[in-house]
């Protein structure tokens, strides 16, 4: 069982910045690919970025490509979502993901992850 839990959500105005954290644990000397996702009302959840169990590769939605940075200290199994230039578009509640038995190639899917957190709300006003 892996523990996930999500920090640093919060309100902002459009072309400011957050950095959300991803703190996973549970299974020690375990390491994981870590993904995060967002979700608004109505709509199915959507990947966002994505950085492997070694921290040599990261993925992100073309949405976010230039805007938003990924990276990790995989000694915590910590993950963090740096959101510079922040849109309306981009308010969602925000959630961290772990890969532990899931497929490498379904990193940027939901599928691909094996534990969740509950989630950080994001607000970027106009």
């Known amino acids: 069982q892996v523990h996930v839990e999500e920090s640093g959500g919060g309100l902002v105005q459009a072309g400011g910045s957050l950095r959300l954290s991803c703190a996973a644990s549970?299974?020690?000397?375990?390491?994981?690919?870590m993904g995060w996702f967002r979700q608004t009302p109505g709509k199915e959840r959507e990947f966002v970025a994505a950085i492997s169990w070694s921290g040599d590769s990261t993925y992100y939605t073309d949405s976010v490509r230039d805007r938003f940075i990924i990276s990790r200290d995989g000694a915590k199994n910590t993950a963090y979502l740096q959101m510079n230039s922040l849109k309306p578009e981009d308010t969602a509640v925000y959630s961290c993901?772990?890969?532990?038995?899931?497929?490498?190639?379904?990193?940027?899917?939901?599928?691909?992850?094996?534990?969740w957190g509950q989630g950080t709300q994001v607000t970027v006003s106009s």
């Open positions: 549970g299974r020690p000397g375990g390491r994981y690919a």
């Open positions: 993901a772990v890969q532990v038995y899931g497929p490498p190639d379904a990193i940027t899917f939901v599928r691909g992850y094996d534990y």
